[in-house]
Each structure stands twice: as C-alpha cells, then as structure tokens.
C-alpha cells in the first residue's frame, strides 16, 4: 500500500539556518503530495502542497518539490526562525477511485534555537 | 479564512462513557474527515464522509464509532463506550473535493482523556 517515509527528528537547527527535512514516498496512483505543520498546543496546518511531477510548492519561506524519478518531496527553507519550531507532517493523497484519505508520515520535530 | 470548528477543545470522560465530538466545517465544502492522532504517534485516519454517508473508514472506525451529520452544519464523531486506549487527539477536517486536489482544512482538534 502507499506509505510516506520522513527523516526522523527531533531535527536541532541554529536560527538562520538551512533547513531540509527528508520526506519520500511510496504510490501505486499518481498522489498529490503535501506539507503540513502542527505548532505547540495547535491543530494542522496545510503548508504547502504540489499536485503532479516537478511542482514546486511554496509558502511562508518554505519549498519543496514534487519529484517523480526519485519519489521525493523535501521540504526546505534558506534561514529558519524560532517562530519555525513545529512538528512536520508529510503526507500524500493517491487519486485512485476510492481513496479518500491521507496517508501521514511519522512527523519531524523541528527546534530552533536562538 | 474560513476555518473549520470542533468543539470542546478538550474532554475526559470515564471509561465506558459515551462521548461526542462536534465539528463545524467550512460551509461550502463537501467532504468530512476525522482522523486521530495519539500522543507523539502518527496521525491516522478514521472516516470520511460524503452525500450523507461514510466514503472510507480505515480499521480503527469499528463499531464503537458513528459519525452523523445531523443538520446542515455539524459533523459529528460519536464514540459509544470509550476505552483508554481511545485518548488521543481527534481532528475534523473538510475539503471542497477529494483530498488529492485540494488538500484539508483542519480543525484544531479536541483532545479526548479517557480516565
């Protein structure tokens, strides 16, 4: 079945720090690929998504792009600040004809320090 | 923005007790969502439902759990006779389409203590 695999955290970044955050997958479909964040004591948050092969999504200083070849989706962003700390969610969505639901990775904890 | 609201933000309840937990989706989508997630685990999905009934329920949804959409504007996630096992934060979402597209709009969630 599909599954989404993350790089483990917690992930400790100095702030203006570049941030990757490791994130592949496995579709029998053509999925649409996702990012959410979830910060402390808060729901989910859609970040950012793309929908079909070399997409790039964006959003508030993050990127990350839909790449088929090596069924990946890192997310990325060029100087991280405190206010970034949150766990990260990677998930996917195969658009077969009856799946509904997403499928989550395990999540990242991302902490930044001062 | 639209947002979608569950309420209360935070239950416990005994074990054995039945507990409902109310969302409010965005008014003007289609598809309902619930999904949980338990402390420090990954978030799972429970159910989804759409034109008034369940599209998908994964395992978890046994017979324990209905969802109802009672009036044109909730979306409910009934739990009949809890278990400790069943504390874990549950989260409504809802999307215009199929979440291929579009992605969710979540709730912020209610967090479920079963004591």
């Known amino acids: 079945g599909d599954s989404v695999t993350q790089m483990e955290g917690p992930v400790t970044l100095s702030e203006e720090a570049f941030l990757t955050i490791n994130c592949t997958y496995t579709a029998t479909g053509y999925p649409s690929l996702f990012w959410y964040v979830q910060y402390p004591g808060e729901g989910l948050q859609l970040l950012l998504k793309?929908?079909?092969a070399d997409d790039k999504g964006s959003n508030k200083g993050f990127e990350a792009t839909y790449r088929k070849e090596t069924t990946s989706f890192h997310l990325e962003k060029g100087s991280v600040q405190v206010s970034d700390s949150a766990v990260y969610f990677c998930a996917l969505s195969d658009r077969g004809d009856s799946n509904y639901q997403l499928i989550w990775g395990a999540g990242t904890k991302l902490i930044i320090k001062p | 923005e639209p947002e979608v609201t569950q309420t209360p933000s935070h239950q416990v309840t005994q074990m054995g007790q039945e507990v409902i937990l109310r969302c409010v989706p965005i008014s003007n989508h289609l598809y309902f969502y619930w999904y949980r997630q338990i402390l420090g685990q990954k978030v799972e999905f429970l159910v989804s439902f759409y034109n008034n009934e369940i599209s998908e329920k994964s395992e978890i949804f046994d017979d324990q759990f209905s969802v109802e959409r009672p009036d044109g504007s909730n979306f409910t996630l009934k739990i009949r006779s809890t278990k400790l096992e069943d504390s874990a934060m549950y989260f409504c979402?809802?999307?215009?389409?199929?979440?291929?597209?579009?992605?969710?709009?979540f709730g912020s969630g209610t967090r479920l203590t079963v004591v």
């Open positions: 979402a809802s999307s215009e389409a199929r979440a291929g597209n579009y992605g969710y709009t």
């Open positions: 793309a929908t079909k």
